[in-house]
């Protein structure tokens, strides 16, 4: 209730003056009169239980709201400007089985007291209402809304940019962030559900971005077209990806008067492989998230019928015929038709006009056993000095174990860093596999018996970090078994093992990144700054797939170590995992979009391999994230892949030596700039962020970034000695060759382009060799 509070009032839903207990300004009531405190300061989490008092009538015909529960124990956020948010009918997420409406279980968020207004219970914090009670979204400000979702910021500076593809970019990686953060959404609503902490967070997570998109859609995109001078073929561009993941406009679902025949069901209980991608599909409809998620959230395992056309999630409840009522989905594929059963307010069966089943296989077939001890003698771990197998010092988990550092010391986090910190990482999809596809290796590392012992090492080290998962004849076997290759590279090991994924990342919607390019240099440093480069350790691999679910757990995993006599044994090792194993697998999740085979020995990527089209998107997410945090303390950054270039900016002052010259005023400053590369190599370790040794460039005022030197004193830049050779021997090898294939010309333009920033004339070339190729728009014309 009161002027600002309440069920149906002005505002607010949920009883009390504050909330029921909750202070608006750090969502936690330590000021409040109405609730006792819940002991929530600073983002964290614990506190007493109560109850807040009920408000007054509110004077637009809102009904006094009942005493809000406070709960036991919730998760505060660290940031007062970003408000949490709840369902639109405020007992949306206890309807979900996400809050608790007791206030007695400290795994779940207390739910908003429910109001008494004419509408019912709370409205979200970022609409007002009208005369009804009723949520309108007017209060949404762009500025606001920029704030909570960074890559706002990026659609903004993009439309205004010389390249045209910056914004469809933008607006690309906008958009797939939207599903990045829906989808994790309803594995936390799961989590929540088991009793996991911070599941609710999650779920509120996606409310809040699901409420901004639905209000840009609705409203605010005029306001983007005026404040930010958007063109009109963009704002279809930023309306096409918002829609194409939450429909162009919010409504209910239609009913469909018939019911459709089905097969009863048939055999074993198993999970059901389409969940996710079929909860985005419902959204895509236009369909509200709160109901999508209550309808979703149990569909887990259940039975198929014998055609695989139909899956009971509930048979007892698909008897009851009067009691269930069917909604058709419209889905990417024009000749599927996916029908919903629902009754009882969730899904109790799912029927398509196709078989929704994995089907068999088709390709390569697999032979042998698929044991460990199958895999060939090359591949088991390194040996130190000493002899001993070098077992891996972390995990591929090791961001997740360490998420709270990011809250602790990144501040607020968006949605989308924070679904992948805490292991809820779904890639966005435009579509599913509908049967199991096995491609054999290619001969760059089927038959290089060279590469095969460079990288066997690393291979065993995957396979101890967790990266590369075993998957046993007897388990569930991924959807897609993708070609390996070996490419040459410049360090240590010499090779780099790829994946062939272009069938998979045929599946993978777009989600561009933001790289800062060497041409921009002159544009992150000042004269005379200071600056140190790093590299990111395995940096595909710090993102780990959620796969079907389930969060973290502790496992067993093989680890493949030298015995003393030099033969190899498994040594199994206690470690942990995101999300689902190979036997607890539903099937096509992005874990089974990623199996490899050696020598008939199957193995699953637990996160995203070089070759595959997104791989570097969930690293890019999360390294913004760093370099807003790292800004706040002075320290420049910029990112190229795993690659990072910092700056501390000297005091101005007249042109100088720099520190080789002798200058007073640099000298002065050192020991400020060493202390921000101290900052920022403590900060990395407490992310879980592990640094490449012996890349990236020490403390300077010279140094080098993605093949180029540059020195701030002078205010050069310039290409490295061995990179120069390098290109020299590319022009020399194409100049003497007399055919050239399209990927080889590619690769020569590519270097061309990239060093002709600091070597005059080297894009005279390129032209004759678009001529050749065409232009990207030529071939996305044919």
Known sequence: GGDNLGGGGDNLGGGGDNLGGYDSDDYGSKDSDAGCSMGIEDGRAGGESCEGEGGGAGPRGGGGGGGGDCGTAATGNKDENEE???????????????????????????????????????????????????????????????????????????????????????????????????????????????????????????????????????RVHQDMASYWHLQPVQMNQLIAQLAGSIGREERDPVPRLDPPVLDPPHGEKVGFEHAIHLFQTSLAQGWPLDRMLKWWIDV????????GRTFYVDASRTGMQQAVEWYDVKTSDSDLVVTLGVA?????????????????????????????????????????????SVLPSYGVTELVECRHAWYDRLGPLDSTAKAIVEGRLVIPKDGTPTRRIYLPNHASFEHDKEAQRALGPTVAKWIAQGVLEHVPRDQVQPAFILPLGAVPKQSAPFYRL?????????????????????????????????????????????????????????????????????????????????????ATCRGVCDKSLSGIAIQGVVFRFAANQFGQKLAGSPLNA??????????????????????????????????????????????????????SEEH???????????????????????????????????????????????????????????????????????????????????????????????????????
């Open 84 to 218: 949490p948010v709840y369902g639109k009918n405020g007992r949306s997420l206890d309807d979900a089985g996400v809050c608790d409406p007791a206030g007695g279980d400290p795994s779940r968020l207390p739910c908003p007291g429910e109001g008494e207004g004419k509408n019912g219970g709370g409205v979200n914090f970022h609409d007002n209402l009208n005369e009804n009670g009723r949520g309108q979204g007017g209060a949404q400000t762009l500025d606001n809304m920029t704030r909570r979702w960074g890559q706002l910021k990026e659609v903004r500076l993009s439309a205004s940019a010389r390249r045209v593809d910056r914004f469809r970019q933008a607006t690309g990686a906008l958009g797939a962030e939207l599903q990045v953060t829906l989808a994790g959404g309803l594995l936390a609503a799961r989590e929540a559900r088991r009793g996991v902490a911070g599941g609710g967070e999650g779920v509120r997570d996606a409310q809040t971005r699901y409420d901004d998109a639905r209000a840009i859609l609705s």
């Open 680 to 782: 920022w190599t403590g900060l990395a370790r407490q992310l879980g962020l592990h640094l490449s040794p012996g890349k990236g460039h020490e403390l300077g005022q010279r140094g080098a970034h993605a093949g180029m030197g540059f020195d701030t004193v002078r205010n050069t830049l310039h290409i490295l000695p061995d990179k120069f050779e390098a290109l020299a021997a590319a022009l020399r090898t194409a100049i003497a060759a007399g055919q050239h294939t399209a990927r080889s010309l590619a690769a020569l333009m590519g270097k061309l382009q990239h060093y002709s920033i600091c070597i005059d004339y080297l894009r005279v070339p390129c032209a004759t060799i678009v001529q050749m190729l065409g232009t990207d728009w030529d071939q996305r014309q044919e």
């Open 622 to 675: 999360l390294m913004t994230a760093v370099i807003r945090a790292l800004h706040h303390r002075g320290i420049g950054a910029i990112t190229w892949v795993d690659d990072l270039e910092f700056a501390v900016h000297a005091p101005e002052h007249p042109p100088c030596q720099g520190l080789e010259g002798g200058c007073a005023t640099c000298s002065a400053h050192l020991p400020r700039a060493r202390k």
């Open 498 to 582: 790829i994946t062939d994924a272009r069938m998979a990342n045929e599946l993978y919607a777009s989600w561009g990144v933001l790289y800062t390019p060497v041409s921009r240099l002159g544009e992150f440093f000042r004269p005379r700054d200071f600056a140190w480069g790093s590299d990111i350790a395995d940096a595909y691999h710090i993102a780990p797939f959620a796969g079907c679910g389930g969060g973290l757990r502790s496992i067993e995993r093989p680890a493949l170590v030298s015995a003393p006599d030099g033969s190899r044994r498994v040594r199994w090792v206690t470690g942990k995992t995101v999300g689902c194993t190979p």
């Open 344 to 388: 009882q307010g969730s899904i109790a069966v799912i029927s398509a006009n196709d078989p929704l089943r994995l089907g068999g296989h088709q390709g390569k077939t697999l032979e042998g056993r698929g044991e460990l001890d199958d895999l060939p003698g090359y591949i088991k771990l390194a040996l130190d000095e000493q002899g001993d």
């Open 300 to 307: 887990d395992v259940g039975m198929y019928s014998a055609d």
